[in-house]
């Protein structure tokens, strides 16, 4: 049978050796009601297995070596509160356990570049795979953005071409400019092109000196700068065009040279802002009335505001009797010399613009006439 030994008292003193009468000695260890004084101590030289049940109020555990691990737990308000001496604390730290195995491999990165040196020995600034792929060192000066952007450049120098394959097929071509996709991808061996625009081009890949702005556009000669491509209907701008000339190219009329020839026409062109209003009228009983702004669509009272210094010019296109005619207002008089004359006439009224537009503009002095010379910029 275990025994045990009971000390009681705060200094644990020995009181008696065996206690028996708690205990029965079964193949079980049971406790029929309690045992020990109040803080006292039993020390079991076997095992007490406590599974399935509960230990409380326990305020340590004493190990051999002298060390005490205690609880959180509070003494009662009206009993005085026991401490006892913490067992040290191990420092100690346990071997490094083996490296696992190595992971599975990554996808492979994509092509990259060092950004923060981009430029080569020639000046060449590119990015993109296949960017300035074959360039020699003649090359020089050139800027490639995008996949194969310059890549057949060879000699070529200071292009400048960004976009998916914007000026590809460049070769020798210099100081070309190509944005967006395509651009300017059928110049080889031109100089001084420029292409905006997604497949805007040259239609020959030795053009020079033009410029295609557009998605599509596409310059057909040297020196010429084209606005759109072929499905562009207007252009339309708040400023002022100047040019040599003005002019209208069309696919010829007549419909055996359409495929062959254009038809091209000049503007006419003064030294005033003149609008011009012609048409044909029949005389009734010698004489003829038209309201300019009705006869050709306009609101009325819009002549009077847009026009100034109307001339009035007529013929008689059936017979010799001679015709006059006069403006007033927004009216056109037509008389013949015949009083029974019922002619057709053919009438022309010329006036000059006065609108703000015109009045407000650069191209026209304090009192809105058209100015007809200016010195060359630069000189005085």
């Given amino acids: 049978m275990s025994t045990f030994r009971k000390f009681g008292g705060i200094g644990y003193n020995q009181k008696n050796n065996i206690v028996t009468s708690k205990y029965g000695t079964t193949s079980e260890l049971y406790v029929s009601d309690s045992f020990g004084d109040r803080n006292s101590r039993v020390v079991n030289n076997s095992h007490i297995d406590l599974s399935g049940n509960s230990v409380l109020r326990v305020d340590g555990i004493y190990f051999l070596d002298g060390t005490v691990q205690r609880t959180a737990g509070q003494a009662e308000k009206d009993k005085p509160s ?35 040196n981009v430029s080569d020995q020639n000046h060449n600034t590119f990015a993109g795979t296949q960017a300035l792929l074959v360039n020699s060192d003649t090359g020089k000066y050139n800027n490639a953005f995008g996949e194969r952007a310059l890549m057949k450049n ?3 120098y200071a292009n400048n071409a960004y976009g998916y394959e914007a000026m590809v097929n460049n070769t020798s ?10 651009a300017l991808a059928f110049n080889i061996a031109g100089t001084r092109n420029t292409a905006i625009g997604a497949s805007a081009d040259m239609s020959d890949p030795a053009i020079h000196n033009s410029t295609a702005i557009g998605a599509g556009s596409r ?3 040297s020196n010429v700068i084209q606005l759109g ?26 419909a055996a040279m359409r495929e062959s020839h254009h038809l091209k026409h000049a503007s006419v062109e003064a030294p005033r802002l003149d609008l ?12 003829a009335q038209v309201c300019i702004d009705t006869h050709f669509a306009m609101t009325e009272g ?12 007529v013929s008689n296109e059936s017979d010799w009797d001679p015709v006059k005619g006069s403006v007033e207002g927004n009216l056109l008089s037509i008389h013949c010399k015949n009083p029974e004359s019922c002619a057709k006439v053919s009438f022309m009224v ?17 009192e809105g006439k058209f100015i007809t010379e200016t010195p060359k910029p630069g000189i005085a």
């Fill in 350 to 366: 010329v006036a000059e613009r006065r609108d703000s537009g015109i009045a407000e503009s650069s191209i026209t002095d304090a």
């Fill in 219 to 221: 310059a057909n000669a």
């Fill in 276 to 287: 011009i209003y012609r048409d044909t009228v029949d005389l009734a009983m010698g004489k």
């Fill in 82 to 116: 026991w401490g006892g001496s913490t067992g040290n604390t191990s420092s100690n730290v346990g071997p490094e356990g083996p490296a696992g195995p190595q992971g599975p491999e990554g996808p492979a990165g994509k092509d990259g570049q060092n950004v923060s």
């Fill in 173 to 182: 071509g210099a100081f070309n400019t190509g944005i967006g996709s395509q």
């Fill in 154 to 156: 060879v000699s070529g």
């Fill in 302 to 313: 819009t002549f009077v505001e847009l026009c100034m210094n109307p001339s009035v010019f």
């Fill in 229 to 254: 491509n072929d499905a562009i209907e207007h252009v339309i701008t708040s400023g002022i065009i100047t040019g040599k000339a003005k002019n209208f190219t069309i696919d010829h009329p007549l």
